[in-house]
């Protein structure tokens, strides 16, 4: 080793002693207990938006499921009127609408389950937490044990600064393990609850023309049914005039 590489080995491990010195055990436990809370706390929130998103979405169901009602309204009042053309107009939205509901059912449904996936991994979370608490409770306890037992020895072998150390060293050793680990295995929970995706698939063109085809073939089933209640009314009304 080089006179300079030499020189450099001694300012890190000058650099390090001093590091290590500074650290607080006890400080670290809590940091990283307070980020775990924080996780905790993006789950809590990840489930209040997918929440709010699935009631906005109902919301804009109810509304859709209003307009379908009030478009058979529409469409058995044009036909009382002689207006096919305005009953037709009125059952094409109907259909629309319709098609918007199922949509919109679809995705509501899978909103549910990611909220109940988050709820089931907000609890496994909390657990987690819960436990490294304790872990965290302790560590400490045991660091100011031996801290303390430390200190003793000092007082009793004479070589205080060396074996204080040592016994600083073997705690930091282990404190940062386990919480790698804790925060491993609460990072390994919350990875597997990933991104909302779109469900929206407009579809290819034959598709929207099947579609098409089938959206007016229920149009015209329901003329013919809307022409046939009114019929039978009407025939109904002269007879019994």
Do not use: C, W
């Amino acid at each position: 080793m080089s006179l300079l590489g030499r020189f450099l080995f001694v300012v890190r491990s000058k650099l390090n002693a001093l590091l290590n010195r500074a650290s607080d055990p006890s400080a670290e436990l809590d940091y990283s207990y307070e980020q775990l809370r924080d996780e905790l706390q993006d789950v809590t929130r990840g489930i209040a938006d997918v929440t709010t998103q699935k009631k906005r979405l109902e919301i804009h169901r109810r509304r859709l499921r209003d307009n379908v009602e009030k478009h058979d309204a529409q469409a058995r009042s044009a036909l009382q009127q002689g207006r096919e053309d305005l009953a037709r107009r009125a059952l094409e939205k109907k259909q629309v609408n319709v098609g918007q509901i199922s949509e919109l059912t679809a995705q509501i449904d899978d909103l549910q389950e990611t909220q109940d996936r988050l709820v089931g991994k907000r609890a496994e979370l909390s657990s987690q937490v819960e436990r490294f608490r304790t872990r965290k409770e302790t560590m400490k306890a045991r660091y100011e044990a031996a801290e303390a037992s430390a200190r003793v020895s000092e007082a009793f072998t004479g070589a205080g600064d060396t074996m204080a150390d040592v016994h600083r060293s073997i705690e930091r050793a282990t404190e940062r393990t386990e919480r790698m680990e804790a925060r491993a295995a609460a990072l390994e929970e919350l990875e597997e609850s990933g991104d909302l995706e779109s469900v929206l698939d407009e579809g290819d063109s034959i598709d929207r023309e099947l579609d098409r085809l089938s959206s007016e073939r229920a149009v015209d089933n329901e003329l013919e049914t809307l022409r046939a209640e009114i019929e039978g009314t009407r025939e109904r009304a002269e007879a019994s005039e």
